[in-house]
Each structure stands twice: as structure tokens, then as C-alpha cells.
């Protein structure tokens, strides 16, 4: 089954995207496939469904009908591609520093106003590797959008580190880039039924904007140590780079600047970390076959210090008051528009059952796998070429007497569209009790 191309290289972005559009459109089911159905069952644009994780954890993730397909721009190619905290061959206790920032970085979403107010209290997930990744740490991540032309911007327009912003590439002729196009249910094996939470990590809407605006995904590198993706190169111009810096707002679509940037950066070369900070990462993340006393020690070696002074990050009292405020005011009312939930009920025989507010991460999962088998590419062939002369095929299942390691998914009634559903009580920020903590 011919699921995208072989890797090859685009002469220009229409030529990559109509060949993408088109593997793409194989995952239509058939009931997906005319033009109505097509417009009248896409989602409302730039909106997030609540999605029933583990634990029901509330995953919110950017609604699209389907996710066959995750991408990754890159402007130049680097082989292997790898996530930031492995780039450049790190030894395990340059590693473990990155680890250090990461666990302080952590700390300080753990207590902002909106995590600890508003995310906790709704159940809704917080993806900290997946922020700390957005907002520049070295991370064991490797960033996906489900959007293309997002993936597009990144390949073709380049990061200015001083500057913390991204710009058009202004070279004359033709550039090279390089795309990734990962498929999520590729990852899916018989012990894990949940490639959206370990292997493929949903980032989605969060809050902070960055990752909902670049329609978050990201590749957990550590669980699979293999970037499982096809890859493919193209070219561009000066003036596609422009546009598609012009596209997204000169790139603040995208790399919006927000007072967690501010933070982030005093943590990508802070070396001084505190013994709190110091434990809590040694039990999240030690190091093999060393003593954590050993570890210490040689972290005072390579210029790094443990203090028993307090000088982790934190927000201080009028930052939080500004947060709360702004998020109040400003926010709270296009979080409600953007978050939207899409119920469904049990079918028993011809009759709709129970409700369920929150379609799951299983039930995604099984309609990715649908559309998988759905696509026919190669299927038709072989049933053919397996059929004996009397038309019947060969393989029969009804004849299988022990367990085949199939499953069947339960038929079930879904809400075409999702709906709004949160409202402001529901949100608000007591500011009162911001202030008292």
C-alpha cells in the first residue's frame, strides 16, 4: 500500500502540496468524499477539541476531522534529524544540566495563574515538555504541526537568536528545504493503543499561545529513539519566503512574544540551580550507574552549582496580578470560542444510548486506522490475486478458531459538528486568591 511518495524532491511548494493533497484525499471515507460533505464536516478554523486522554485528562487538540499526516519544515537538512537535547552529542551530564533548566523551567509553569487556576481546575492537560520546547529549552521533542503551511513557514524562514524572532530568507535564485511528514498511526503497536499520548505527543492549545498557534504535535524521541518520517526536499524562492513571512503576521502568528519568553531565555545559559531544583530533576531524570552524591560533585567540576539559596525563577506578585488581569479581560473570551467539544452516544442495535460529552483518544485512534485500511491503494490487488477459481477467497476468517489479535470497534452515533460548551464562571481567575498565595 502506497500510503505518500518515496523520498524525492519537489521542484516547487504547489508541486509538494498537490502531490500531498492527493495521498491526503486516499484517507477520505467514502461518505467524506463529495464536496458538500467535504466543506460541511470541517471543522471551525483555528479551534480546539477537548479530547478524553488518560486519566480523562483533558487533551486539547486542534480539530481536524482526521491526522493522517504530521509535518516538520526544516531549512537546512541534518542527518539524523534529532531533537535539540541530543544535537551535537552530548555526554550525559551536559544532558542532565539541560535537565536542571528543563526541572526549573517546570516548576515555574507549574505555579503561573492560569495553570494553577484555570488548567488544573478543568482537568485540562499540560504538556511541559511540549511548552519548554516551544519556548526554546533543549527537549528530547521533535516539533510537528498538523498544519502544512505552518511546516512550510519554518523551512523557509530562518530564526535570528539575538533578535528571538524569525525572518525571510533574502538570497536570490533558488533555496533548498527539506520536509517531514510523519504518520501517527504508523507508531501504533498491539501493547500501545495511545500513539497520541506517548509516541505522538498532542500539544495543542495551552496556556501560552505558541504552541496552539503553531497547532502543536511533537515526536517523543526518548520512547522510540527513531524519527520514524518520510523525508523530502523542494525548492523555493526569495519571493515565497516573503509571502509566507507575510502569511502568518511576520512570523508573530507564530513565534508570538509573551512574558514566558522573557523567562525562558534567563534559563538557557543559567548555570546555578538550587538543591531543590537539583532533587527534583535527579528523581524525574537521574543518571545511570551514578550516585547522586558523584553526580553533585561532578556538576561543581564543570562549572555548574548547587545552592542552598533559593534563586530558582519565579513570578512575582504584580507579574501574576498583570496575568490575571490580562487573561480576565482579554482572553478568557476566545479560549471559549476556541475550545469546543463534540458529544456521541453508544449504539445498541437500531437505537442511540448513553451520551458521552467527550469523544477519547482510543475512539481517535480507531478512525485513523479506518481511514488506514480505508485507503484502498494495493488492497483491491491482492484480494485478486488471492481468489481461487470459483471467486472465493481463500483466506477466510470465519474459519479462524483462535485469537487473531483483531479487534472490533463498536459502532457508535457522533455529533457531526463540536460545540461550545465552556463559559466564563467557569474560567475567571480569583484574583483575591491569586493574591493571597
Given at each position: 500500500?502506497?500510503?505518500?511518495?518515496?523520498?524525492?524532491?519537489?521542484?516547487?511548494?504547489?508541486?509538494?502540496?498537490?502531490?500531498?493533497?492527493?495521498y491526503f484525499?486516499?484517507?477520505?471515507?467514502?461518505?467524506?468524499?463529495?464536496?458538500?460533505?467535504?466543506?460541511?464536516?470541517?471543522?471551525?478554523?483555528?479551534?480546539?477539541?477537548?479530547?478524553?486522554g488518560?486519566?480523562?485528562?483533558k487533551?486539547?487538540?486542534?480539530a481536524?476531522?482526521?491526522?493522517?499526516?504530521?509535518?516538520?519544515?526544516?531549512?537546512?537538512?541534518?542527518e539524523?534529524?534529532?531533537?535539540?537535547?541530543?544535537?551535537?552529542?552530548?555526554?550525559?551530564?551536559?544532558?542532565?544540566?539541560?535537565?536542571?533548566?528543563?526541572?526549573?523551567?517546570?516548576?515555574?509553569?507549574?505555579?503561573?495563574?492560569?495553570?494553577?487556576s484555570?488548567?488544573?481546575?478543568?482537568?485540562f492537560?499540560i504538556?511541559?515538555i511540549?511548552?519548554?520546547?516551544?519556548?526554546?529549552?533543549?527537549?528530547?521533542?521533535?516539533?510537528?504541526?498538523?498544519?502544512?503551511?505552518?511546516?512550510?513557514?519554518?523551512?523557509?524562514?530562518k530564526?535570528?537568536?539575538?533578535?528571538?524572532?524569525y525572518?525571510?530568507?533574502?538570497?536570490?535564485?533558488?533555496?533548498?528545504?527539506?520536509?517531514?511528514?510523519?504518520?501517527?498511526i504508523?507508531?501504533?503497536t498491539?501493547?500501545n493503543?495511545?500513539?497520541?499520548?506517548?509516541?505522538?505527543?498532542?500539544?495543542?492549545?495551552?496556556?501560552?499561545s505558541?504552541?496552539?498557534?503553531?497547532?502543536?504535535?511533537?515526536?517523543?524521541?526518548?520512547?522510540?529513539?527513531?524519527?520514524?518520517?518520510?523525508?523530502?526536499?523542494?525548492?523555493?524562492?526569495?519571493?515565497?519566503?516573503k509571502?509566507?513571512?507575510?502569511?502568518?503576521?511576520?512570523?508573530n502568528?507564530?513565534?508570538?512574544?509573551?512574558?514566558?519568553?522573557?523567562?525562558?531565555?534567563?534559563?538557557?545559559?543559567?548555570?546555578?540551580?538550587?538543591?531543590?531544583?537539583?532533587?527534583?530533576?535527579?528523581?524525574l531524570?537521574?543518571?545511570?550507574?551514578?550516585s547522586?552524591?558523584?553526580?553533585?560533585?561532578?556538576?561543581?567540576?564543570r562549572?555548574?552549582?548547587?545552592?542552598?539559596?533559593?534563586?530558582?525563577?519565579?513570578?512575582?506578585?504584580?507579574e501574576?496580578?498583570?496575568?490575571?488581569?490580562?487573561?480576565?479581560?482579554e482572553?478568557?473570551?476566545?479560549?471559549?470560542?476556541e475550545?469546543?467539544?463534540?458529544?456521541?452516544?453508544?449504539?445498541?442495535?437500531d437505537?442511540?444510548?448513553?451520551?458521552?460529552?467527550?469523544?477519547?483518544?482510543?475512539?481517535?485512534?480507531?478512525?485513523?486506522?479506518?481511514?488506514?485500511?480505508?485507503?484502498?491503494?494495493?488492497?483491491?490487488?491482492?484480494?485478486?490475486?488471492?481468489?481461487?477459481?470459483?471467486?472465493?477467497?481463500?483466506?477466510?476468517?470465519?474459519?479462524?478458531?483462535?485469537?487473531?489479535?483483531?479487534?472490533?470497534?463498536?459502532?457508535?452515533?457522533?455529533?457531526?459538528?463540536?460545540?461550545?460548551f465552556?463559559e466564563k464562571?467557569?474560567?475567571?481567575?480569583?484574583?483575591?486568591?491569586?493574591?493571597?498565595?
Open positions: 500500500m502506497q500510503i505518500l511518495p518515496n523520498s524525492c524532491h519537489f521542484e516547487n511548494i504547489i508541486d509538494l502540496k498537490n502531490t500531498i493533497t492527493k484525499d486516499f484517507y477520505k471515507l467514502s461518505y467524506e468524499r463529495t464536496d458538500f460533505n467535504d466543506n460541511y464536516l470541517t471543522p471551525v478554523k483555528d479551534t480546539f477539541e477537548v479530547i478524553l488518560r486519566n480523562n485528562e487533551i486539547l487538540i486542534p481536524e476531522r482526521y491526522f493522517p499526516f504530521l509535518y516538520r519544515g526544516q531549512q537546512f537538512d541534518y539524523p534529524c534529532l531533537p535539540t537535547l541530543y544535537r551535537g552529542a552530548p555526554n550525559e551530564f551536559e544532558i542532565f544540566v539541560e535537565k536542571l533548566r528543563l526541572t526549573e523551567f517546570l516548576s515555574l509553569i507549574d505555579s503561573h495563574p492560569v495553570v494553577d484555570v488548567f488544573k481546575k478543568q482537568n492537560k504538556d511541559y511540549g511548552l519548554a520546547q516551544h519556548y526554546g529549552l533543549k527537549t528530547n521533542y521533535i516539533d510537528l504541526t498538523n498544519d502544512i503551511d505552518i511546516a512550510l513557514f519554518f523551512a523557509m524562514c530564526y535570528n537568536k539575538e533578535k528571538d524572532t525572518e525571510p530568507i533574502m538570497t536570490e535564485g533558488k533555496q533548498k528545504a527539506v520536509m517531514y511528514i510523519s504518520v501517527p504508523f507508531n501504533m498491539i501493547d493503543n495511545f500513539v497520541f499520548e506517548d509516541k505522538i505527543c498532542i500539544i495543542g492549545l495551552q496556556p501560552f505558541r504552541p496552539g498557534n503553531q497547532k502543536g504535535f511533537a515526536y517523543n524521541f526518548d520512547i522510540s529513539k527513531e524519527f520514524k518520517a518520510f523525508k523530502y526536499t523542494f525548492s523555493y524562492t526569495q519571493k515565497e519566503s509571502e509566507y513571512f507575510e502569511k502568518f503576521d511576520n512570523g502568528a507564530l513565534w508570538s512574544k509573551d512574558i514566558l519568553a522573557d523567562k525562558a531565555k534567563q534559563l538557557f545559559e543559567k548555570t546555578d540551580f538550587s538543591v531543590d531544583i537539583f532533587n527534583k530533576a535527579w528523581k531524570f537521574p543518571i545511570n550507574k551514578i547522586k552524591s558523584k553526580a553533585r560533585k561532578e556538576l561543581v567540576e562549572n555548574v552549582s548547587i545552592s542552598t539559596h533559593n534563586n530558582q525563577l519565579t513570578w512575582t506578585k504584580s501574576k496580578d498583570v496575568i490575571a488581569q490580562k487573561w480576565n479581560e482572553q478568557i473570551e476566545s479560549f471559549i470560542y475550545t469546543r467539544r463534540k458529544f456521541w452516544r453508544e449504539k445498541e442495535g437505537k442511540a444510548g448513553k451520551k458521552y460529552n467527550y469523544r477519547t483518544l482510543e475512539m481517535l485512534e480507531e478512525l485513523e486506522f479506518l481511514r488506514l485500511v480505508g485507503n484502498r491503494s494495493g488492497i483491491e490487488e491482492y484480494i485478486k490475486q488471492n481468489q481461487n477459481k470459483k471467486g472465493q477467497r481463500l483466506y477466510k476468517p470465519n474459519n479462524i478458531k483462535k485469537d487473531t489479535g483483531w479487534k472490533k470497534i463498536p459502532g457508535r452515533y457522533e455529533a457531526v459538528n463540536a460545540e461550545i465552556l464562571k467557569d474560567l475567571i481567575i480569583n484574583t483575591a486568591h491569586n493574591n493571597g498565595s
